[in-house]
């Protein structure tokens, strides 16, 4: 047992430290660990819950919206007495809550093409569950650039995907799956087609579950797999997503597989 694990992190932490996969070592590597969680709506409430729960020593939150009643129905990060209230500052009131023993980071702003790289550059890891594409492109070209794993999720309806993209490890990345000039802004959102609420629950636990072994080097990455859900069946399927040597975002990027 590392020696620098509190007797309070050993019990907090106490059912992870007795998976040989983990162990001490491995919840120290996750206490060491930065993950940016791009939203903090349906897919990024679930998300942000389990990564502090597991002990990720620093989790930044950007989201600029504010709680509405609307959102209650699945954004779980959230409460009624809360409407009105900064989505970011209602997120770290919650998991402060769950646990005070990590850093909670709030950036409560738009992300965009001026500051995507800095918040960027300040983590180990983003998970992206944000609703528009524009978002997710600047992301996408953000991660790499800076070479850092991207866990993406989606969901719309009865369905969710998800998908890994490290292209500095070998993979494709997002726009190689979504080339931008495939997206004419037609997409509905959730507002606009509604969300069966806890599919958002279910991928957003899925994309922490994938950020979590990302962090750890545990099991099989999602990396070059995209895992779709349909609620309304209850059917997984995973189809591979070829790199494109074409993609203007990391079409050249320089491989260390």
């Known amino acids: 047992m590392p020696l620098d694990l509190t007797e309070n992190e050993i019990q907090r932490y106490s059912r992870h430290i007795l998976l040989p996969e983990i162990g001490g070592t491995g919840q120290v590597r996750l206490r060491n660990a930065s993950v940016l969680i791009v939203g903090a709506g349906g897919l990024g409430s679930p998300a942000a819950c389990y990564l502090a729960a597991a002990g990720v ?72 569950g944000c609703d528009n594409f524009e978002t997710r492109y600047l992301v996408n070209v953000a991660c790499v650039q800076q070479r850092k794993t991207l866990v ?7 369905d969710g995907q998800l998908s890994t993209f490290r292209p500095h490890l070998g993979g494709p990345c997002y726009e190689c799956l979504f080339p931008r000039a495939g997206e004419d802004g037609s997409a509905p959102s959730c507002g606009d087609a509604g969300i069966f609420g806890a599919v958002t629950g279910v991928l957003g636990t899925l994309q922490a579950t994938e950020a979590l072994k990302e962090l750890l080097d545990l099991g099989e990455s999602l990396a070059g797999r995209l895992l779709l859900w349909d609620a309304l069946t209850t059917r997984f399927t995973t189809i591979t997503i070829p790199r494109d040597p074409d993609c203007p975002v990391c079409g050249k990027q320089e491989r260390h597989d």
């Open 152 to 158: 993406s999720a989606a969901v719309l309806r009865f």
């Open 57 to 128: 020593g620093r989790i930044g939150i950007i989201d600029h919206d504010r709680v509405e009643l609307s959102n209650l129905q699945r954004q779980i990060l959230h409460t009624t007495d809360r409407v009105g209230m900064s989505k970011a500052a209602s997120a770290r009131q919650t998991l402060e809550a769950l646990n005070p023993e990590i850093c909670i980071e709030t950036h409560e702003t738009r992300l965009t093409a001026e500051n995507v790289a800095d918040l960027v550059a300040r983590y180990d890891l983003v998970c992206d």
